[in-house]
């Protein structure tokens, strides 16, 4: 799977957005359809997006679009005419305030039958929005619902409003959260909505960081958030994209050590050993997985050979 580091939100409804983020360095252009669009253009959104995904060249992007939710009367004109017209340059649909597997059954049946009838030649995924205490409660059915499953995403603004939590800063998205609390708010939540991601081999994505003027707030953010395993980061502007990449890019000091490890490994076994040490610490076959994983990772980005 491609890397997800940087997944760059950009509003439907903005024609002009889109062939900015077209040029950016984000790993994910997702063309949203639901909060950034007011209620009364939500058709005329709905056509732009797909102008856009049919008149740039997004060879280079990972893309999705971010459809409304399934209780509104949009998402299903959203999935059918975005689908139908542009589902041969859609990586994957985002669904946002998943609750239960029901939701995602639906939406796996009705792409099941818009790629046969369009004859598409590969599988659109799907991406799960984990916004309320309900979601989070459902996050493993919710990722096992089906194959399409690609990634779980934390919404942490509708998440807080869930559980009734205090508002601290005019986005609700992160900021300002060292202020009223010792450590990290929302640990536990994203913890748990990234085990039930991984236990099923899927990414997970943390919430976007609200003030995009605030990089050392945002950096602090993608640390966190990469600490607790997560792959990637909403950003809701281009200016947070560099910052974004380079937290979840493998550094020089990772790969170098994974490195190490690996080869140890091979050593190991190569004399038969069971016992690995890398710098006089011994190492499990857990930290053999992990180095591999982080090399495969590097090696994907070009980063190694």
Request: hydrophobic share 40%; charged share 25%.
């Amino acid at each position: 799977m491609k890397p997800r580091r940087s997944n760059l939100s950009v509003p439907g409804h903005l024609k002009k957005m889109h062939g900015k983020a077209n040029e950016s360095k984000a790993d994910v252009i997702m063309l949203d359809l639901e909060d950034s669009v007011p209620v009364g253009e939500k058709s005329s959104a709905r056509t732009q997006v797909i102008e856009s995904l049919l008149g740039f060249d997004w060879s280079h992007n990972t893309v999705t679009v971010r459809i409304n939710s399934l209780d509104t009367p949009f998402a299903y004109r959203d999935l059918l005419e975005v689908v139908e017209n542009a589902g041969h340059v859609i990586d994957a649909i985002v669904i946002p305030k998943v609750n239960d597997p029901g939701d995602i059954y639906f939406a796996d049946r009705l792409l099941a039958g818009i790629e046969m009838e369009k004859q598409l030649d590969r599988q659109i995924g799907i991406e799960a929005s984990i916004e309320t205490a309900e979601g989070l409660r459902n996050a493993s059915k919710i990722t096992h619902a089906s194959d399409r499953i690609l990634s779980l995403v934390f919404g942490i603004a509708d998440y807080s409003a869930s559980i009734g939590a205090r508002l601290v800063s005019i986005s609700g998205h992160g900021e300002k959260e060292e202020e009223i609390y010792p450590g990290h708010r929302w640990h536990f939540t994203l913890s748990n909505m990234v085990m039930h991601a991984k236990s099923y081999g899927r990414l997970a994505i943390d919430a976007p960081y609200g003030n995009f003027k605030d990089l050392v707030g945002l950096r602090r953010s993608a640390i966190m958030a990469c600490a607790l395993g997560c792959d990637g980061k909403w950003a809701i502007h281009p200016s947070q994209v560099d910052v974004i990449n380079e937290v979840f890019t493998p550094s020089e000091e990772d790969i170098a050590l994974a490195s190490k490890v690996i080869e140890a490994d091979r050593l190991a076994k190569s004399e038969g050993r069971g016992a690995i040490a890398v710098e006089g610490r011994m190492v499990d076959q857990a930290t053999v997985r992990l180095a591999k994983k982080l090399w495969e990772q590097a090696r994907f980005m070009g980063l190694v050979r």
